[in-house]
């Protein structure tokens, strides 16, 4: 078993990333509007798991967005990243040790939270670390229990992949800390049950 960012560093030299934006690009639209509805003030954004960095861009261009930074742990992704956007703020660390130095208002990850042996650690030190209190999380995954046909992947790709019901990736969700929780499917289509997103925000005392 290798460690995933090992692989999507291999997947960024190869231009896998490309495909990896195509094919998650039909889920994060509805991801980015469920986080950003409603919003009328301005607001900073982190992408965990960010590959090369597409999100970010994409969230840079809303007039409203403040800040918007990606974090991820494959080197090639974020040199990638940064030679696609020179001044775009990218950044090479493992999630569940990094920290921002100012806190923020949303925190988007799509296809990442899956990868981490203990997904409810990762919550927990995003909902402690990274969002302001009132702060709102979005993370969609196409790998769960419902999904059958991706039962498979950890074998396919050599890695690690924690696979929980949707019941279970909803209550980490509320285990740690998180409120207002909802839950939907993305992009459902001809036998593919779509991406499961759960949000929650955080209380804003
Ligand atoms: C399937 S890719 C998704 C990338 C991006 N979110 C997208 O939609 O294109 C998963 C990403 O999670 C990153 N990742 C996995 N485990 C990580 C960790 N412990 N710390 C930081 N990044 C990690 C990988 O390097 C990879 O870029």
């Known amino acids: 078993m290798r460690h995933a960012t090992d692989i999507f560093s291999e997947w960024a030299l190869g231009g896998k990333d490309e495909g990896m934006e195509k094919n998650h690009s039909l889920s994060v639209r509805e991801m980015l509007l469920h986080l950003t509805k409603n ?14 960095g597409w999100v970010v ?21 974020i040199r990638k990243a940064k030679a696609i956007d020179p001044d775009g703020d990218y950044i090479c660390a493992d999630l569940l040790k990094w920290i921002p130095n100012e806190k ?7 296809e990442v939270f899956y990868y ?6 990762l919550i927990n030190h995003i909902k402690s ?9 979005v ?23 924690t696979l929980l019901s949707e019941a279970k ?5 509320s285990q ?19 991406t499961l997103v759960v949000s929650g925000v955080l209380n804003s005392l």
């Not at 990736?169 to 969700?173: E, G, K, P, R």
């Not at 800390?177 to 459902?188: M, S």
Request: hydrophobic content about 35%; overall charge negative; proline content about 5%.
């Open 57 to 77: 861009r994409k969230m840079q261009k809303n007039p409203l967005c403040s800040m918007a930074k990606g974090v991820d742990g494959a080197e090639d992704m």
């Open 39 to 52: 919003v009328k003030t301005s607001f900073s954004f982190i992408d965990a798991g960010c590959g090369n």
């Open 169 to 173: 990736w909803v209550s980490l969700f």
């Open 129 to 137: 670390n990274w969002l302001k209190p009132g702060g709102k999380m």
């Open 116 to 121: 981490f042996e203990n997904p409810g650690e």
């Open 104 to 110: 923020v208002d949303f925190v988007h990850s799509m």
């Open 176 to 194: 740690n800390g998180f409120y207002q929780i909802e839950n939907f499917r993305a992009n459902v289509h001809d036998g593919f049950p779509g």
């Open 139 to 161: 993370m969609g995954i196409d790998f769960y229990e419902e999904h059958e046909r991706s039962h498979s992947w950890p074998t396919d790709l050599g890695t690690h992949m």
